[in-house]
């Protein structure tokens, strides 16, 4: 499902999908986690975000802890149920991007602001302000500086992606389509190209690519129920999670179809037949993260999972390698370090 603040959106619900109830469902404690109260959105700012992540080592996975309103830090290579860290302090974080020199970007998206963490660092080194809309997803452009964030919702509904350019920490400009409601997540490639997953007014989901980061977009017509988290791949290929399609998977280059599945949580069977939450194909997965070695995928559905990438060819991944219950819940947002570079083209 999508995360907590994500839940009392009925407009993400699609073609009728109902959101899981979360009553029965608990989340181990761990020792190594700071728990901290979210400031309300007024009160959201650098001053108050704190990281307390020197246990962990330089090869991360950043997760999104949705009831405690804070970023759990784990050990990538010795993944186990407790974390090694945590940024606390945020008021609803939501998107999550580690940048290839090891920065964090957090978006929050009642704050509407989004914070840039150096390595080592306990407090933001940068907080941009996104004063337009709700801050869903963010990415990087390394190359060329600019960062592009996805808002969920905007005051300008064609608006599905705030450009940061020049090092501006407030919004020089916008990707619009004039189909858009809500923005999903964002990527870029290696030749600045943007692309966004955002919902249609007609209820659709849609992925959009900015040839250069700017103009008109160019709907690229992929099949897929829902938004989810997107990645550009070395190959040319997008990896996107379908949350509503139960599945995560590839797009090879020019392809509409998804294949080579994974992120499916479970053999399928209907909900109320006793399957554990845990393993249900409906617990939607939204969050993608690709390790630099384009080898492992690192998903967010309710918990989170490691899956081998890509998918099988011919037949759905269905079980993950590794499933932890991320204390509180884990959200939407995921990030890994070190993590894949921009890809080519698709």
């Keep these: 499902m999508r995360s907590v603040y994500n839940a009392f959106r009925l407009t993400k619900v699609h073609l009728g999908v109902a959101i899981i109830a979360l009553a029965g469902i608990t989340a181990c404690s761990s020792s190594s ?3 901290a109260l979210a400031p309300t959105a007024s009160q959201a700012s650098a001053a108050h975000v704190r990281a307390q992540t020197a246990n962990c080592p330089s090869s991360v996975l950043y997760v999104i802890s949705s009831y405690n309103a804070e970023v759990k830090v784990y050990d990538r290579m010795h993944l186990h149920a407790d974390a090694c860290g945590s940024i606390a302090g945020f008021n609803t974080p939501e998107g999550l991007f580690a940048d290839q020199s090891g920065n964090l970007w957090v978006a929050d998206a009642v704050a509407k602001q989004i914070y840039k963490f150096a390595p080592g660092s306990s407090t933001p080194s940068v907080t941009l302000s996104d004063p337009n809309g709700e801050p869903q997803g963010v990415t990087v452009d390394e190359k060329s500086g600019n960062v592009y964030v996805s808002d969920y919702q905007n005051a300008d509904a064609t608006t599905v992606v705030e450009v940061y350019a020049g090092g501006s920490t407030t919004p020089t400009g916008a990707l ?4 858009g409601r809500n923005g999903g997540y964002v990527a870029v490639d290696n030749k600045g190209n943007v692309y966004a997953t955002f919902m249609t007014q007609s209820n659709t989901a849609q992925v959009d690519r900015w040839t250069g980061g700017s103009g008109d977009p160019e709907n690229l017509g992929l099949k897929l129920i829902s938004d989810g988290g997107i990645v550009t791949t070395r190959t040319g290929d997008l ?3 379908d949350p509503y399609g139960y ?3 590839i797009y090879a280059r020019g392809s509409k179809n998804i294949s080579h599945i994974f992120g499916h949580m479970g053999r399928g069977g209907h909900h109320r037949g006793g399957i554990g939450p845990d393993k249900q194909p409906w617990l939607v997965p939204v969050g993608l993260a690709i390790d630099r070695a384009e080898k492992r995928a690192y998903v967010t559905s309710e918990s989170l999972t490691f899956w081998r ?9 269905h079980r993950p390698s590794i499933e932890i219950k991320v204390p509180g819940l884990a959200g939407d947002g995921i990030a890994v370090f070190p993590a894949s570079r921009p890809g080519a083209p698709y």
């Design 33 to 35: 986690s700071t728990t």
């Design 176 to 179: 619009h389509d004039p189909a």
């Design 239 to 241: 990896a996107i999670c």
């Design 247 to 249: 599945r995560c998977g």
């Design 309 to 317: 990438f890509p998918g099988p060819e011919n037949r759905p991944n």
